[in-house]
């Protein structure tokens, strides 16, 4: 019932909220403690996932892509070969505790298109004590994962602007890589992409792989990857984001441009400014508001 509670458990931190779908404690797909309202996709859209109930998805394989992060391919059901999942949106995760009624909860989103057929793929890091994460690194094939969705964040909308800007940090890259597979496989798509995607180390860049090889195969998306602790042969730029890194690879402050931020949160705040109290989007600060962007050029994911 409603009245019923759940804990969600994340980077040792618990919320309490009511149960899902009147508004849960925690961001999507970067997966930093920023609270937001849900919003839940329309239910009848034909796809493996449902936004009113958890649905169980077997795990295939998983592959390791660095220290602390892996792939989680799981598949979906013959009779619904496709998730439903519209760009840019993600999914819910849970498992029970043990504890009658409560479960941890976290939101991904998935790096695969939702014209992927027969699974879909989660990428995921594992942070010390990340209690969804630490579960999913504990699965094996066979096993199942409770998922509930889609979470609509923006619905994307091809040629709506001349030219895209990304800023993204750690893990919060999975929802640009979502976005970028969209407007690439699109031939009709004219628009441009610039990804500045920012990391501790080599080491740390996730999908890099996949993300060189849309930037060889597509002139329109660009990735520049800068470095905390870069080494001694790295080439590409260096340190945090800056007025100047920013004016290096975006066209400007224009009418026809927009940019997505998703990262952690001392990033998000340097880079966009957080969130607004009511978990709404919020003004504008930080290097974008420098640069002359407006909330309405902006998405923080």
Known sequence: SAKRRVSIFFRNRMFRVAR????????????????QQWVFGKEGAEGAFNPKEFRKFKLLESQTISHDTRLFRFALPADTP????????CIVTRYATGNEGEYVIRPYTPTTLNDTKGHFDLVIKKYPDAK???HIFSLKPGDELEVKGPIIKQRYVPNKYKHIGMIAGGTGITPMYQVAQEVLKNPDDKTEIDLIYGNKTEDDILLRKELDALAKKHPNFRVHYTLDSPGWMWRGDKGFVTPAMVSSHFPGAKSNSYVYVCGPMPMMKAVSGGKAKDYSQGEVDGVLKELGYTKDMVFKF
Request: proline share 4%.
């Open 20 to 35: 899902l779908g009147l508004g849960l404690a925690v961001g999507c797909s970067a997966g930093y403690a920023v609270q």
């Open 132 to 134: 969804m994460a630490g």
């Open 82 to 89: 496709e998730m439903g999942l519209p760009t840019a949106s």
